[in-house]
C-alpha cells in the first residue's frame, strides 16, 4: 500500500515535469517557414547582386531558411549567442550548400556570411530540436521534397519574363506538395511586381510539411512577373 502510493506520487511528479516541459518547449516556436528565393528577382532590382565566389548559381529555387515562427504570425530571433556559427560542423555539406543554398549578396562571397547570419537569427531559435548539422542538413533534406520550378513548369509557369496569376503559382505548387505556399513578391528595377520568394511550412520537428498555420498578408497583385536568370 505505502509502495503503490510513492509510485502514485512519482508518476504525478513525472507527469507535472513532462507537461511543464511540453508547455516550454512549446513556447520556444510553433512551426517553421521553409524560404526558397528566385535569384532572377534577387537580381534585377535596383539593389542588384552579387554572385557567389564559387560561380553563376544553376537557374533554380534556392534556399533562404528555416525560419522557427509563432502561430500569431511573430517569430523569436538571436535565440543564444553562445552556440554561434561554426563552419567546420557543416564541412560534409559544403558542396550541397554552395548548390542549393547560394549567396547572392554583395560583395561577393563564399555563402558563411549568409548561413552564419541564418544560423544566428533563426537557427538558434529551434536548436532545442535541431543543432547546427541538423538544422542545415534538415532544410537541404525539405528543399529535395518539392521541386518549385518543376512544379511551377508543369503548370506551363515559367521564368521568362512573363506575367502570370497568383492564383495559378500557388496552385501549380499546391498540386506538387500538397500544400498552399505563401507567395512573396519584390520589384525590379521598373517597379513590376514579381515573384521572388516562396514560403511552405514544417512542422516544429522539421520532419514534415503542413498547412500554413499563419499566413502573411499578401502583396503581390493579381499578377505577378516571373523573370528568367
Ligand atoms: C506570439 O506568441 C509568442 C509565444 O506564445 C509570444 O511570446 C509573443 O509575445 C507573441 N507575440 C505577439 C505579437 O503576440
Ligand atoms: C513565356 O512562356 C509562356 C508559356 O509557354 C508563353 O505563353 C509566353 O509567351 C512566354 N513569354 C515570353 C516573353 O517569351
Ligand atoms: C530604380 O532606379 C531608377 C534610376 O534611379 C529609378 O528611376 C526607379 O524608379 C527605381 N526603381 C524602383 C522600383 O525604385
Redesign the pocket.
Known sequence: MKMQSNNHFLLIKLLTLHYLLVLSASQDFDFFYLVQQWPGSYCD??SSCCYPTTGKPKAEFGIHGLWPNWNNGSYPSDCDSSNPFDASEISDLMSQMESEWPTLSCPSNDGLKFWGHEWNKHGTCSESVLDQHEYFSTTLNLKTEINLLGALEDAGIHPNGSEYSLTSIRDAIKVASGYTPYIECN?????NSQLYQIYLCVDSLGSCFIECPFVPGERCGASTKFPSF
Do not use: C, L, R
Not at 187 to 191: F, L, N
Open positions: 532590382t535596383n520589384k525590379d528595377s521598373s517597379g
